[in-house]
């Protein structure tokens, strides 16, 4: 296995994980300024209705070990959203309609690795992350063996932008962590299908 770690302690621009064939991923730190992220934060974790949703798992229903929120593009986005989706959308290139927002209370608060259902995205289209809060590791290894891996340190005010065809290759999770984490908020931005 093939590991990197990213971000932990490093300053400096973007930083390109993957870049070929199999897709493209980039690191960000500092896109949005730090007083900006406190805020957006502060007011998202404090006005949104966070949902605890519970989903079926093999013979049992689990608790989604992380609060969730969604907003489409028939819904009324709060502002701190919309000037995300703004920054999002700058970064990307790509004219976002839906965002999954996810709130990490603690360390124990999770997402097992996944990737995205292209076929819930519009073709091609890019997903965006932003990270509010406290920094969390993010993995990100390849679905091909030997896994190539990465952990990223997701801080405030990043972006990680997955991009061509990186959601059929590579998986992504932010794993539990030992010891004191401060809360997080990752906003999720794509382009979905309508109608
Ligand atoms: O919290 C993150 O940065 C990852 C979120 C994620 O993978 C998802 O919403 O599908």
């Known amino acids: 296995m093939?590991?990197?770690?990213?971000?932990?302690?490093?300053?400096?621009?973007?930083?390109?994980?993957?870049?070929?064939?199999?897709?493209?991923?980039?690191?960000?730190?500092?896109?949005?300024?730090?007083?900006?992220?406190a805020g957006w934060?502060?007011?998202?974790?404090d006005t949104i209705d966070w949902q605890h949703e519970r989903r079926p798992m093999y013979d049992r229903i689990?608790?989604?070990?992380?609060?969730?929120?969604?907003?489409?593009?028939?819904?009324?986005?709060?502002?701190?959203?919309?000037?995300?989706?703004r920054v999002a959308e700058r970064f990307a290139g790509v004219r976002f309609n839906s965002a999954?927002?996810?709130?990490?209370?603690?360390?124990?608060?999770?997402?097992?690795?996944h990737n995205d259902h292209t076929a819930e995205l519009i073709d091609g289209s890019p997903v965006l992350l932003i990270s509010l809060g406290g920094t969390r590791r993010m993995r990100i290894h390849s679905k091909a063996l030997p896994r190539q891996t990465f952990d990223v340190a997701l801080e405030p005010g990043s972006v990680l932008l997955m991009a061509g065809a990186s959601q059929r290759h590579?998986?992504?999770g932010i794993p539990k962590t030992r010891g004191h984490a401060d809360a997080r908020i990752s906003l999720a931005f794509r382009l979905r299908p309508t109608g």
């Open 2 to 37: 093939q590991q990197l770690e990213l971000g932990f302690g490093l300053d400096g621009g973007p930083r390109t994980l993957v870049d070929d064939a199999s897709g493209k991923i980039v690191y960000a730190p500092g896109i949005v300024a730090p007083e900006t992220a």
């Open 170 to 172: 590579w998986e992504h």
């Open 41 to 45: 934060f502060a007011l998202l974790r």
């Open 100 to 113: 999954g927002l996810n709130l990490y209370r603690d360390g124990n608060d999770s997402v097992a690795m």
């Open 62 to 85: 689990v608790d989604v070990p992380r609060l969730t929120a969604h907003f489409g593009p028939g819904a009324v986005w709060p502002q701190p959203l919309r000037a995300a989706q």
